[in-house]
């Protein structure tokens, strides 16, 4: 990430010419900057050069993974406002307020095992958010790869065992997996769903479709539909979201405010719990440090 | 970036030397010279590493396309796996179409649409939202006389199937209580539906399916507050009434008004062209009503305006950045493949000797043999 002020600040001389050398090493900048750089001068040039990699190969979020706020649902709304929501007693905490560098809207989100929540917004790019204070940062993502402008977010674990990693998966123009380093899109097959958003239950891969209120298990490489949940949370054209805590699946949908409705994969039965939220909620995800059964 | 203390004890006469060390690592040429990185000074120095032309996989340059090395071969449905090695193009009117994945044209279905045959030129032949023997997916048969519903078999709980379709009985006013049977105002005076006298309908209330009964209820959003049905009917507008905002009785604080039955603006937002916003947050209104964050706000600017406690700056995306020092074009520079900002804004790389930049590095080789200048 590189950020350009309105006006570059100038810095003490004493410390100027050993910054600008620093600067020199990683980005060998033009030879008449580095003359005066080197000679002391103190100059506009000698603040940060625009355009490196300083940021991007840092973490997103510097946590360990599965601390205990990772453990609950978050929310995004078309408001920027950012919650945390937990499912045991059924109350939204306002994290904070999205302040990504774009004027676009919020559209899809998902959390990772470190508390970082990639949320999508409609201008088709990423963004990684600390869970902790909903503090923003650009990535690396390019939007519009393989046709997918557009999509629903989940991470799911490799395998049974968590240190074998998560995979973020991406549900668009079909399934695609999401290289969260290089931000590269592999396509993996086509979805029967439709607008689809996703999550999982350790590594198992699930999508719900708000108009048809259907949760279906995916193939992890291929799409296909492996296993179908009928839920009672339809709204044709609402907005929707999607996430697994405690072994049931929250659907949040609605056209200009959003429910909450449970639907249990084990007794096949869904219940709205939350008949009004107060706002429209767009993303939701829980990582895969989530409960896979209700806690005791 | 971060710098060490002792950084501020570094000798100028060291930085000099620095300088040298650093211009022969730098992968860059100013003056177009053929030979990219050389081992110390400049008289004499023996070049050991030269320009390197050839695009490393899965990278290509493809005739018509702009610049060096700028085709990924693994997702360019125009140069899918090679360069030219078009995927197949298909009209709006199909339900699919062809994307590169991996260097493999591979067939994409539309929503709702499956290729259950297996054969490419037909595509995604299959509907699998209402087709009994494929619903929600290739092979998935419903049972003999079972309705596929929106992709999934029968209909979901609460759900009746009427015809071809799954209706709420309780909740729905052309099927309330039974398939075909419409909410309506009853048409005999004597029918104890007319709660309030025959032919009275209070002001905004309707005939409602509710409780897979049809009755006299208030229209949304207006609701009976005062429990004064037959008299006054549903007074309050729940969506706009500051006393009851939302519900009876939920009263906004002072100052906030009621819109769609949420108090506004919530605690922190303040009211900017009829939106709740966040001040300290948002780039339209950074800091106070209005004032707007300058800079490219395009999806293709690569970049962004950001609003932090309430001050502007500008965002570049990584791997892309502001090196024409306007921000009416964002970030306009791709520090991956620009030749002339290769890894950062003006670092060149030998243009002339059609040396490529390639994930933010001017491309070299070692030379065939060392060159002496």
């Given at each position: ?201 350790g590594s198992r891969l699930y999508a719900f479709s708000v108009d048809s209120g259907v949760v279906a298990r995916l193939n992890k490489q291929t799409g296909a539909t492996e296993a179908t949940h009928r839920t009672s949370a339809i709204a044709p054209s609402g907005a929707f979201a ?55 | ?144 006389g079972v309705l596929c519903w929106r992709g999934a078999c029968g209909c979901p709980n609460g759900f009746t199937r009427c015809g071809d379709d799954c209706v709420r009985l309780d909740a729905d006013n052309e099927n309330c209580g039974a398939c075909g049977s419409v909410c309506e ?175 933010g590095t001017c491309l070299t080789k070692p030379c065939d043999e060392p060159v002496v200048r």
């Open positions: 990430m590189t950020r350009t002020g309105p006006k570059r600040r100038r810095r003490a001389p004493g410390l100027a010419g050993a910054l600008a050398l620093a600067t020199l090493l990683s980005s060998c900048a033009r030879g008449e900057e580095r003359a005066r750089a080197l000679a002391g001068e103190e100059t506009e040039d000698a603040a940060p050069p625009r355009g490196t990699f300083d940021d991007a190969s840092a973490p997103l979020v510097e946590a360990p993974e599965c601390a205990e706020e990772t453990a609950q649902i978050f929310v995004v709304a078309t408001d920027k406002g950012f919650y945390r929501f937990d499912p045991q007693d059924l109350a939204f905490v306002r994290v904070g307020t999205l302040g990504c560098p774009t004027t676009a809207g919020t559209f899809s989100m998902a959390i990772d095992r470190r508390g970082t929540a990639w949320v999508e917004y409609t201008d088709g790019r990423i963004y990684a958010v600390d869970t902790r204070d909903a503090t923003c940062k650009p990535t690396a993502f390019r939007p519009g790869q393989t046709g997918f402008d557009l999509f629903g977010m989940g991470f799911a674990l490799n395998g049974d065992d968590p240190k074998g990693g998560e995979t973020l998966f991406v549900a668009g123009n079909g399934l695609a997996s999401l290289d969260t380093k290089s931000f590269d899109l592999t396509f993996l097959g086509s979805l029967t769903l439709g607008r689809s958003e996703l999550t999982s239950i999607f996430a697994h805590w405690g072994g049931s699946f929250w659907l949040f949908t609605g056209q200009t405010r959003s429910r909450v409705t449970t639907y249990s994969p084990d007794t096949d039965e869904s219940a709205d719990v939350v008949a009004d939220t107060g706002m429209l909620i767009v993303g939701a995800g829980s990582s895969t440090c989530a409960p896979l059964t209700p806690p005791k | 970036m971060n710098v060490r203390p002792t950084l501020r004890a570094i000798p100028l006469v060291f930085a000099g030397l620095a300088s040298i060390v650093l211009e022969a690592s730098c992968a860059r040429s100013e003056e177009d010279r053929p030979y990219a990185t050389w081992a110390f000074g400049t008289e004499g120095a023996v070049r050991d590493v030269c320009v390197q032309t050839e695009c490393p996989a899965p990278f290509a340059t493809c005739e018509g396309e702009r610049g060096l090395c700028t085709v990924d071969l693994r997702s360019d449905v125009d140069h899918c796996g090679s360069c030219g090695a078009r995927c197949p193009r298909t009209n709006s009117r199909t339900p699919w179409s062809f994307v590169c994945s991996e260097g493999l044209c591979r067939l994409a279905c539309d929503p709702h649409y499956a290729d259950c045959n297996g054969r490419v030129d037909d595509g995604c032949e299959t509907s699998t939202w209402e087709d009994p023997a494929n619903c929600g997916g290739c092979g998935n048969a419903c049972d003999e105002a009853p048409e005999s005076d004597a029918d104890p539906r007319w709660t309030c006298g025959p032919g009275v309908e209070p002001n905004h209330t309707a005939w409602t399916c509710a409780s897979a009964s049809c009755s006299l209820q208030c229209k949304q959003p207006y609701a009976d507050c005062n429990q004064d049905f037959c008299g006054d009917g549903c007074e309050v507008d729940l969506g706009k009434d500051p006393a009851n905002c939302g519900a009876c009785g939920n009263a906004c604080a002072p100052g906030q008004r009621c819109e769609s039955g949420a108090c506004t603006c919530p605690p922190g937002t303040t009211r900017c062209a009829g939106a709740c916003v966040d001040l300290s947050t948002d780039p339209a209104h950074c800091g106070e009503c209005g004032a707007s964050c300058p800079g490219s706000t395009s999806a293709r600017a690569n970049g962004g305006p950001l609003c932090e406690d309430g001050r502007c700056s500008y965002v570049c995306s990584p791997g892309f950045a502001d090196c024409d020092d306007d921000l009416d074009d964002g970030c306009e520079a791709n520090l991956l493949q620009s030749q002339r900002h290769c890894g950062s804004c003006g670092n060149r790389c030998d243009v002339a000797g059609g040396q490529p930049c390639v994930a």
